[in-house]
């Protein structure tokens, strides 16, 4: 038999198509597989359902036995709410005052108010426990409010406060006396600005620097450098991690729209290695190194936590490698590692992460603290990939400016802060700095347990979580008993306890003792009880069976919950 010419193009042309669509379809699977089996691994899911969640809240009755406590352990855990009610409006009177005046017209403070514990409890403790949004100055580790009251810091304001506020009080009018001269001067530079530079590029071995004004712009930029550098669309972040709130970092809940160009894969995982070799569409990966505390997770914040399943994994040998692995099929395959050092730069090691882990990025990002004080986002990169422009292109190019970079009183106080990073002083911060902050986390851990109290502190460094051992649903309640004992809490709450590196053992112990009180105290009020039978899953499930019945309209047979359409 003759076949025609014709018909073996024809049969050519189909195996190419099957070839490419089986090609394809591994692509896909290689992908699919590469995501987080958890609803952080799939945004777009996850926003799906999060906008499927309906609004109930539990009443006064159910407030204090969702769990189906009995009811001495309601009656238990009311008469402690109240007495903590009592202790607020006592301590916290013109503090609560200025919030509930100010709260009306400042959206910000709306919303962190609302999410400070899971919905269902919101609306009563924000109307019991008043304690206040403001702070009128700090002193050392503590800070004082608008009563007088004095705290200790566990907050570090958002990660900013790394060698205690006192020395940032004098970075930013160091800073100020500086640059007074030459002003508000925007677009010229501020001579300070090259020093700077030098101890940027060397602190972080790369070798041009570009100044922003806020961590999330620095992302931004970055990945648009690594997108007009590689030709390439996509971004690679790992599942959990934080990078601002730019919509291309943050794909899931909290961004009205899709991000189309993000791929979220799983987090120290073969698979996404797998997904970074065989794909030619992505730009770089970000990594965001807080992440090794709890890989995976999403930052670790109170509102969510239903249950006590908190879980951490921290191992630094573990991620080092894994870090190496990325790094090597980054370079094989022209893919630019970002390393997101904005919380993490100069926390972990002067050097941050990439001396803490060993490993090099192509980009670094750092913020937060590097500013002395003031606003900041820092990209630190290889020349190649910081350059804008190119040479034989003249009308090709990667744009990036703002009215506010290298505003001269943040530069000034970044060279006090970076000066800093000299002193004897401060390198002696940064000696045994995880022995120091292990041991600590090892001895309130050792109190927590024998006083059989259901609480532990997980630490990378001076970065510190609290995990709960119990599958309670009021753990978010900790953090109330904790500020009446003068602990003060972002408002995340537990999740994240940030220390500055000026905490002197006496300072850590005060902490510790006030913790330790604060548990034993929630103990005592009951809300630790719990039905033997219960699990964090069985927990997760009765809330689903609610959420469940509110959405379908049969709310009105289960007593004690409070709805609204
Ligand atoms: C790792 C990381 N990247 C980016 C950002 C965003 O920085 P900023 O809040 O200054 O925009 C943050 C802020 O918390 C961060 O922790």
């Not at 159910?62 to 409006?89: E, H, Q, V």
């Not at 509102?303 to 790094?327: C, K, N, P, Q």
Request: charged residues 25%.
């Amino acid at each position: 038999m003759e076949i025609s010419g014709t018909a073996l193009a024809f049969y050519g042309l189909g195996a190419g198509v099957v070839a490419a669509s089986l090609v394809a379809l591994r692509r896909r699977l290689l992908l699919s597989k590469a995501k987080h089996p958890s609803l952080n691994g799939h945004a777009r899911m996850a926003r799906r359902i999060a906008s499927l969640v309906p609004f109930y809240e539990y009443d006064e009755r159910r407030f204090f036995c969702s769990d189906n406590a009995p009811a001495k352990i309601a009656a238990l855990r009311r008469d402690g709410f109240m007495r903590l009610s009592a202790l607020y409006a006592s301590r916290f009177g013109e503090t609560a005052r200025l919030t509930a005046q100010a709260a009306g017209a400042i959206s910000d403070l709306q919303f962190t108010q609302a999410y400070r514990v899971p919905f269902q409890y919101s609306r009563l403790v924000r109307e019991h426990l008043r304690s206040g949004a403001f702070m009128q100055s700090s002193d050392g580790v503590m800070l004082i409010d608008l009563d007088g009251n004095r705290f200790y810091d566990l907050g570090g304001s958002y990660g900013i406060n790394l060698l205690g506020y006192d020395c940032y009080k004098g970075t930013m009018e160091r800073g100020l006396a500086r640059v007074r001269e030459l002003g508000a001067v925007l677009g010229p530079y501020h001579p300070v600005i090259a020093d700077n530079v030098k101890r940027l590029t060397r602190i972080s071995g790369l070798d041009e620097v570009s100044f922003h004004m806020s961590g999330t712009e620095a992302v931004m930029q970055a990945v648009r450098l690594a997108r007009y550098h590689t030709g390439r669309s996509h971004l690679v972040r790992f599942c959990g991690a934080y990078h601002g709130w730019w919509g291309d970092v943050q794909p899931g809940i909290g961004n009205p729209l899709p991000a189309r160009e993000t791929y979220t894969l799983k987090d120290a995982s073969e698979d996404s290695l797998r997904v970074l070799r065989t794909r030619r569409n992505i730009a770089c990966v970000l990594v965001n190194p807080s992440q090794a505390l709890h890989p995976n997770a999403g930052p670790p914040a109170d509102s969510s936590l239903v249950d006590g399943a908190r879980r951490t994994g921290f191992d630094r040998e573990a991620y080092a490698d894994w870090l190496r692995r990325l790094r090597a099929v980054c370079t094989q395959r022209n893919i630019v590692l970002i390393f997101d050092e904005i919380f993490v730069g100069f926390r972990l090691a002067l050097g941050g992460a990439q001396e803490y882990f060993g490993v090099r990025a192509d980009l670094v990002t750092y913020g937060k603290t590097v500013g002395g004080g003031f606003p900041i986002g820092v990209i630190c990169g290889r020349r190649d990939l910081m350059k804008r422009f190119r040479d034989d292109r003249p009308a090709d190019i990667c744009f990036a400016r703002g009215t506010f970079n290298s505003h001269p009183v943040v530069m000034g106080a970044m060279n006090e802060f970076l000066q800093l990073l000299d002193t004897p002083e401060v390198l002696a911060l940064y000696r045994d700095l995880d022995e120091r902050w292990d041991a600590r986390a090892k001895r309130l851990n050792a109190r927590l347990r024998d006083e059989f109290l259901p609480v532990r502190v997980a630490n990378m460094s001076s970065i510190w979580t609290v995990c709960y051992t119990r599958p309670s649903r009021y753990n978010w309640m900790l953090q109330y008993y904790l500020r009446a004992e003068g602990l003060a809490l972002s408002w995340i709450g537990t999740g994240r306890l940030i220390f500055s590196l000026n905490y002197s053992d006496s300072d850590f112990e005060a902490v510790a003792d006030r913790f330790v009180a604060a548990a034993r105290a929630m103990e005592r009020d009951g809300w630790w009880w719990c039905d033997p039978s219960a699990t964090n899953r069985s927990i997760r499930r009765d809330i689903l069976k609610e959420m469940i019945a509110h959405r379908f309209g049969r709310v009105a047979r289960k007593p004690g919950i409070d709805h609204q359409d």
